[in-house]
């Protein structure tokens, strides 16, 4: 089993530009949920979804889009990237709430 | 109300000691309460997690002791090992409070580094 896959590892920005990061998952779990992680700062929740076509804002929205169409794919969009957003981003899934999450490799984002 | 204070930041300790990591919470709605942990460069990965119905969990040489009245918990790691180097956060979330349906909220998290 794969889990949770993200793509791309690593990736640099321009300020203004967009991008996706997409983020899919083989375990067919209906909990999705996007993480920035920033040093010294533990895992902040920016969107998370209960299951396809239900989304819904996390602590750290702002600067960030998602959509759910399917069970297994939850990309994550960035319109006009900020320096704020170099982060390290993680997508999660959990089979329902209150249960273990699984999370992927991450993705390393620098806006320049 | 919805934070998890961890501490400490950063810890040492010599191989075959014990680590203790605490972490507290304020919102009396939490019901689960994981820790993870994460080696650099990869993602968190589930160790360990209790839910306020019992005060303790051991697997293996972790241990999470759990104290709903001073709405505090921590994570001991006997005969700590150089492999056990890695960061760990504490989390906890809730079934249903406010529509946000369990999701994690973490700490700041803990650099652990086990000397050999």
């Known amino acids: 089993n794969a889990g949770v896959t993200q793509t791309p590892k690593f990736r640099i920005l321009k300020i203004g530009q967009s991008m996706t990061l997409q983020c899919t998952q083989d375990m067919n779990h209906n909990y999705m949920y996007w993480y920035r992680q920033d040093p010294g700062m533990g895992l902040k929740l920016i969107y998370y979804?209960?299951?396809?076509?239900?989304?819904d804002k996390g602590e750290v929205p702002n600067g960030y889009n998602v959509s759910r169409s399917t069970t297994e794919d939850f990309p994550l969009r960035l319109e006009l990237a900020a320096p704020s957003q170099t982060s390290v981003y993680f997508c999660?899934?959990?089979?329902?709430?209150?249960?273990?999450?699984?999370f992927g490799q991450g993705t390393r984002l620098t806006v320049v | 109300q919805q934070q998890v204070k961890q501490s400490p930041q950063s810890l040492i300790v010599q191989k075959g000691g014990i680590s203790i990591i605490n972490c507290a919470y304020e919102n009396t709605a939490f019901d689960y309460f994981p820790w993870y942990q994460q080696f650099p460069g990869k993602g968190p990965a589930l160790l360990i997690a209790i839910r306020p119905d019992v005060s303790e969990k051991k697997e293996g040489r972790f241990t999470i002791s759990f104290n709903k009245s001073a709405k505090q918990f921590s994570l001991h790691i006997m005969d700590s090992q150089p492999g056990d180097s890695a960061t760990y956060f504490c989390a906890a979330s809730f079934e249903n409070y406010g529509g946000s349906q369990g999701n994690l909220i973490f700490g700041k998290g803990t650099k652990l580094s086990v000397k050999p």
């Open positions: 999660a899934s959990s089979y329902r709430a209150n249960t273990e999450a699984f």
């Open positions: 979804s209960v299951g396809a076509g239900i989304t």
